[in-house]
């Protein structure tokens, strides 16, 4: 009788990565991240609460530059596209539905809300510092000085 060979690897070659334990522990992501695309930035937008519709929200986001991205643009997320409905096609979890905007808006979005922030605080300082006497100070200009010697 032949003897038939087997095609079999050495035990200590065979790997089982796939068996191995995560290297440390990760909170499970709630909402799933597409995969990033050159030019675009992803946010969820809130379409319903707690099972009641928010056109406000959906419409604002869009007046702003958002777009509902279709499910067959991002097969990673697929399996969340909705099959009826407003969004149908798209991808929506939760009464978020998954948009994207060109980077550049978020650029310009940055900078716009950056400036705004700059204007109140000083805004803020302003008008605290209008009731400081030069007696007594009420906000001190932050200086540091470095001295060598015996200080003397």
């Not at 407003?86 to 650029?107: D, T, Y």
Request: with cysteine.
């Amino acid at each position: 009788m032949a003897e038939v060979k087997q095609n079999r690897l050495d035990r200590e070659l065979d790997i089982r990565s796939e068996w191995a334990r995560p290297d440390m522990w990760r909170a499970p992501e709630t909402l799933p991240q597409p995969n990033p695309r050159p030019g675009w930035s992803h946010r969820y937008i809130r379409i319903s609460y707690l099972g009641q519709s928010d056109p406000s929200n959906i419409s604002g986001k869009f007046r702003e530059g958002y777009e509902p991205v279709k499910a067959d643009e991002y097969p990673e997320l697929m399996v969340h596209a909705v099959v009826d409905g407003r969004f149908k096609g798209n991808i929506e979890i939760g009464g978020l539905v998954l948009c994207r905007i060109p980077a550049e808006f978020m650029a310009q979005r940055d900078k716009h809300y950056s400036t705004l922030n700059r204007a109140q605080m000083e805004s803020v300082d302003n008008n605290y510092l209008r009731n400081s006497d030069p007696k007594m100070p009420m906000f001190a200009e932050r200086k540091s000085k470095v001295t060598f010697g015996s200080g003397s």
